[in-house]
Structure formats: structure tokens, C-alpha cells
């Protein structure tokens, strides 16, 4: 059983530029979380996708969008890329949206936009 | 919006020794605490969690205290391990949606 997969692992990018990040959630899971992780911070929560609507979303702005597909497979997608992007982005997979629902992390996209 | 301070940020101990590592947070609301051990390069991991109607939860050597009247929480791992290593964070969560709000981490170092 296929824990929570992310590609691609490591990414270049300059500013202004645009990237995709994929993620694929744990067998049985149908919701996806994403997070940003700059160096030597916690994690913090940018959207989670459910029914594949955005179901909340925190404190980033419009440049970062996403889109969850049919088989709950989810995209990252931040544009015009500026230099404070670089961080690392994890995907989180839950059984459901629910507040009862652990939250199980892939191991990450490090992103580094220069 | 939910805020979660973590203490200490840098904790090292001797190998056997306990570490604490103690969270704040303002929302009354929070409902759901769980803990996260992150390595170096790794994704977190959930280590343990524990629900606002518990006030203690144990599991081997990890165990987690919840007071919500003070809204704090502690993690404490007993007889540590150099494996025991790591970035470990706390987060909150409230019933108003599934997004986790997480502290700034603490690293501990186990010293052999």
C-alpha cells in the first residue's frame, strides 16, 4: 500500500516563472492539504482540496491555485514565482475532511526559485 | 487566526534522559493536538495525537498532557535514543475545518 507520493523531489526555477507540483494521496484517502515549509519553520497550511473543490484555504495569495482530479490526484500550481517561494512543499492525505481525520505528509517537493 | 508557540527550539539531552517540549496556543476552539517528528530530509511523521476530551495519552516512551484551560500541551519522550533525533513540532487543529496550525519546531539532540 502506496503511502502519499510527490513529484517531482527537487525543482529550479526562476523568478516570474511558473511551476506545477503533483501529489498522489495514500490508498483510500480522498482529501489533500498543502503545505509550505520554509527552512528551519513548521509547515503552513496553504489549501486542502476535497470533491475536488478548495475547501479552505489559509493566509497565500492568489498566485498559489490548485486542482484535485477524479482519482483525488492533486496539483500545485504557483505563478509568477518569487524568490521568498523557496521552501519545501508537502502534500497531506486524509480519509476525509473531517476534523477527525489524521493527516498523513508525503515526503515533499523542495522548491528553489532563483 | 490560531497561533502556536513552541518551546524550547534547540533541546539537547544525554542518551536515557527525558525531554519535554511544551506548546501554546490561543484558540479556544483548538480540539485536536497532534505531534510530528521530522528528520532530516524527511517528511513529519505523526508520532502521537491526542483529542481535547483526553487530557493524557501514552504510547511506549512518548506521551502527550493537554491542559486546555491553560491551552498548552507537552510532549514528553522518556528514556531517549539517539534515533530520537529529530525536528519535532506540535500543530492544533478546530472542529472549523481540517487545516493544521503548526509551531515553529524543536531540535532535539540526543547526545550517546
Known amino acids: 500500500d502506496a503511502g502519499v507520493t510527490q513529484s517531482p523531489t527537487h525543482l529550479i526555477k526562476t523568478r516570474g516563472q511558473q511551476v506545477t507540483l503533483r501529489c498522489s494521496p495514500k490508498s483510500g484517502h480522498d482529501t489533500v492539504s498543502w503545505y509550505q515549509q520554509a527552512l528551519g519553520q513548521g509547515p503552513q497550511f496553504i489549501f486542502q482540496?476535497?470533491?475536488?473543490?478548495?475547501?479552505q484555504r489559509g493566509n497565500f495569495p492568489d498566485r498559489f491555485s490548485g486542482h484535485q482530479f477524479p482519482n483525488y490526484s492533486s496539483e500545485l500550481n504557483v505563478n509568477a514565482l518569487l524568490l521568498g517561494d523557496s521552501a519545501l512543499y508537502l502534500c497531506a492525505s486524509s480519509p476525509g475532511p473531517g476534523f477527525t481525520d489524521t493527516q498523513y505528509f508525503g515526503p515533499g517537493t523542495r522548491l528553489t526559485v532563483l | 487566526g490560531e497561533n502556536v508557540e513552541q518551546h524550547p527550539s534547540t533541546l539537547s539531552v544525554q542518551e536515557g534522559d527525558s525531554a519535554v517540549i511544551k506548546c501554546t496556543y490561543s484558540?479556544?476552539?483548538?480540539?485536536?493536538f497532534p505531534w510530528y517528528k521530522q528528520e532530516l530530509g524527511k517528511r513529519p511523521q505523526l508520532i502521537i495525537d491526542i483529542r481535547s476530551n483526553v487530557g493524557e495519552k501514552k504510547d511506549q516512551r512518548i506521551a502527550v498532557t493537554l491542559n486546555k484551560t491553560a491551552k498548552h500541551f507537552s510532549l514528553h519522550i522518556t528514556e531517549t535514543q539517539p534515533e530520537d533525533s529529530a525536528v519535532y513540532f506540535c500543530?492544533?487543529?478546530?472542529?472549523?475545518?481540517?487545516?493544521?496550525?503548526f509551531g515553529g519546531g524543536t531540535r532535539l539532540m540526543v547526545k550517546p
Open positions: 482540496y476535497y470533491e475536488e473543490e478548495e475547501r
Open positions: 484558540d479556544s476552539a483548538s480540539n485536536y
Open positions: 500543530a492544533t487543529r478546530n472542529n472549523a475545518g481540517n487545516m493544521l496550525t
